[in-house]
């Protein structure tokens, strides 16, 4: 556009009746942004502190008083690092078990199975308040989740490590007392020794200590300082295992990672339980005896029965099938040797001897004298002494000999009918030393190695402290 004079008018931007609506929208779109940024930064703020830990301002009086006090403790902790204000001071962890059950003692697999409380106590540096800013509460419970926890871990852990420990609650105090009573299921490797099996007494070990932190960030102590550590108030009996003692002793190790060497403390529980033997008294033991006084019977049949064979063989059958079910129940070990097994392998070698001598007797019983004579040292020997011995009646005497010495030198042929019963009087006279001598051997083996050295072993248990801790 040109005005009069001829110059250029300049270009002028007229306002547009649509500005106003686009400066609403404008407007609109900032405030949606300003919205989605402040729900954003509210996601983080909860993330940072929980619901219970959120902002809570100390003048308002509808909060509670363990509301402010958690917000308090917790707006500046972090529970990834030691609560420790000094980075060379140590946290000082003191533990002690609350024996519930034993629930089994796995002998093949060697695992001790129990349920206990790992009491745990420290120092936390971080969590202190003063009671009388919070209505005089010293005291507080809280998730443990929120707090720092020691990596107390079983050394000899016979299950999952990721497991762990059942998230329970924490026990606060103002002075900066931590008390952990996680309940868990500990399955611990055993070294059981079943050289007196079923009279036996096991010794278990369970050693806690940390798994990353050494004795200078982190010391692990006893409970009081003492071996007494376990409290068995709740503790519920096991029908096979009978409780002795529990101990506890504290060890440190030193590993050459460094100089200086690096001390790593360890706590270690000692259990020491004793096998209740009246199941495998009345189940195992009275029946191997049983069958050892019919090993005996062997011998008090007469060999015209027919039968004294197949009773050896029947008793040395019935020792076998308890030694295979006392082996399935044995761990898979060459250390040693169970009594109870000592005593079935030598009751099983005797009724074979048994079986033996059986065999021996009546094949002595159907000798025929017009074969054989029988020698005369086998007339002085067993029909002379050994009848006289067990107050048996033979046809063997002075009085016969000299009339068999007198016959001898009219009449040569010797009488088979006299030497027929002489054989079988022999074979009876074999029968009755022979029950004597096995009956003595069990008897020997049976109060040797079933009373005499379960009571031994049985004495050396009670050396054990008992009163002291249970």
Same mark, same amino acid.
């Given at each position: 556009?040109?005005?009069?004079?001829?110059?250029?008018? #300049?270009?002028?931007?007229?306002?547009?009746?649509?500005?106003?609506?686009?400066?609403?929208?404008?407007?609109?779109?900032?405030?949606?942004?300003?919205?989605?940024?402040?729900?954003?930064?509210?996601?983080?703020?909860?993330?940072?502190?929980?619901?219970?830990? =959120?902002?809570?301002?100390?003048?308002?009086?509808?909060?509670?008083?363990?509301?402010?006090?958690?917000?308090?403790?917790?707006?500046?902790?972090?529970?990834?690092?030691?609560?420790?204000?000094?980075? =060379?001071?140590?946290?000082?962890?003191?533990?002690?078990?609350?024996?519930?059950?034993?629930?089994?003692?796995?002998?093949?697999?060697?695992?001790?199975?129990?349920?206990?409380?790992?009491?745990?106590?420290?120092?936390?540096?971080?969590?202190?308040?003063?009671?009388?800013?919070?209505?005089?509460?010293?005291?507080?419970?809280?998730?443990?989740?929120?707090?720092?926890?020691?990596?107390?871990?079983?050394?000899?852990?016979?299950?999952?490590?990721?497991?762990?420990?059942?998230?329970?609650?924490?026990?606060?105090?103002?002075?900066?007392?931590?008390?952990?009573?996680?309940?868990?299921?500990?399955?611990?490797?055993?070294?059981?020794?079943?050289?007196?099996?079923?009279?036996?007494?096991?010794?278990?070990?369970?050693?806690?200590?940390?798994?990353?932190?050494?004795?200078?960030?982190?010391?692990?102590?006893?409970?009081?300082?003492?071996?007494?550590?376990?409290?068995?108030?709740?503790?519920?009996?096991?029908?096979?295992?009978?409780?002795?003692?529990?101990?506890?002793?504290?060890?440190?190790?030193?590993?050459?990672?460094?100089?200086?060497?690096?001390?790593?403390?360890?706590?270690?529980?000692?259990?020491?339980?004793?096998?209740?033997?009246?199941?495998?008294?009345?189940?195992?033991?009275? #029946?191997?005896?049983?069958?050892?006084?019919?090993?005996?019977?062997?011998?008090?049949? #007469?060999?015209?029965?027919?039968?004294?064979?197949?009773?050896?063989?029947?008793?040395?059958?019935?020792?076998?099938?308890?030694?295979?079910?006392? =082996?399935?129940?044995? #761990?898979?070990?060459?250390?040693?040797?169970?009594?109870?097994?000592?005593?079935?392998?030598?009751?099983?070698?005797? =009724?074979?001897?048994?079986?033996?001598?059986?065999?021996?007797?009546?094949?002595?019983? *159907?000798?025929?004298?017009?074969?054989?004579?029988?020698?005369? *040292?086998?007339?002085?020997?067993?029909?002379?002494?050994?009848?006289?011995?067990?107050?048996?009646?033979?046809?063997?005497?002075?009085?016969?000999?000299?009339?068999?010495?007198?016959?001898?030198?009219?009449?040569?042929?010797?009488?088979?009918?006299?030497?027929?019963?002489? *054989?079988?009087?022999?074979?009876?006279?074999?029968?009755?030393?022979?029950? *004597?001598?096995?009956?003595?051997?069990?008897?020997?083996?049976?109060?040797?190695?079933?009373?005499?050295?379960?009571?031994?072993?049985?004495?050396?248990?009670?050396?054990?402290?008992?009163?002291?801790?249970?």
């Amino acid at each position: 556009m040109f005005t009069n004079n001829g110059f250029r008018q #300049p270009y002028r931007i007229l306002p547009s009746p649509h500005q106003p609506r686009k400066m609403c929208r404008h407007n609109l779109t900032l405030l949606l942004i300003l919205c989605c940024c402040g729900k954003v930064l509210s996601a983080l703020d909860a993330d940072t502190f929980p619901a219970e830990t =959120a902002p809570i301002n100390d003048t308002v009086n509808n909060h509670t008083d363990e509301q402010r006090l958690l917000y308090h403790i917790m707006r500046h902790y972090d529970k990834n690092v030691r609560p420790v204000h000094a980075a =060379a001071s140590t946290v000082s962890v003191r533990l002690r078990i609350t024996l519930t059950h034993i629930f089994d003692l796995d002998e093949r697999n060697q695992v001790l199975t129990t349920m206990i409380w790992l009491n745990q106590e420290w120092q936390d540096e971080l969590l202190t308040w003063n009671p009388a800013d919070f209505s005089g509460l010293r005291a507080l419970i809280i998730p443990c989740q929120s707090i720092w926890l020691p990596d107390i871990v079983l050394f000899n852990n016979a299950d999952d490590y990721n497991k762990g420990y059942m998230q329970s609650r924490a026990m606060l105090h103002h002075d900066g007392k931590v008390y952990w009573p996680p309940p868990t299921k500990m399955r611990s490797t055993c070294k059981v020794d079943v050289r007196y099996f079923p009279f036996d007494t096991q010794q278990c070990l369970m050693k806690f200590g940390s798994g990353s932190y050494d004795g200078f960030q982190m010391d692990v102590q006893m409970f009081n300082g003492t071996g007494e550590l376990a409290d068995l108030k709740h503790y519920v009996k096991n029908g096979e295992w009978e409780l002795q003692s529990i101990t506890a002793e504290r060890t440190v190790h030193y590993y050459d990672s460094g100089y200086p060497a690096h001390p790593f403390p360890h706590v270690t529980f000692k259990i020491i339980v004793r096998r209740k033997a009246l199941y495998y008294v009345y189940n195992v033991i009275f #029946p191997s005896v049983m069958m050892s006084i019919l090993t005996l019977l062997v011998f008090v049949l #007469p060999p015209e029965s027919g039968e004294k064979i197949a009773l050896g063989i029947s008793v040395l059958l019935a020792f076998s099938v308890s030694m295979l079910q006392i =082996a399935e129940k044995l #761990p898979e070990t060459s250390e040693s040797v169970p009594l109870i097994g000592i005593y079935l392998m030598t009751v099983t070698a005797m =009724a074979s001897l048994s079986v033996m001598m059986t065999v021996t007797v009546i094949t002595i019983d *159907w000798r025929r004298p017009e074969k054989q004579h029988i020698p005369d *040292w086998i007339k002085r020997l067993v029909l002379g002494q050994i009848a006289h011995v067990f107050g048996m009646y033979t046809d063997f005497n002075s009085c016969h000999r000299k009339d068999e010495e007198a016959n001898e030198k009219v009449e040569p042929n010797f009488n088979a009918r006299s030497d027929r019963n002489q *054989w079988r009087q022999v074979a009876r006279v074999m029968d009755r030393c022979l029950f *004597w001598s096995f009956g003595m051997a069990t008897l020997l083996v049976t109060v040797v190695l079933l009373v005499i050295l379960p009571l031994i072993a049985s004495g050396s248990g009670a050396s054990f402290p008992v009163e002291n801790t249970l």
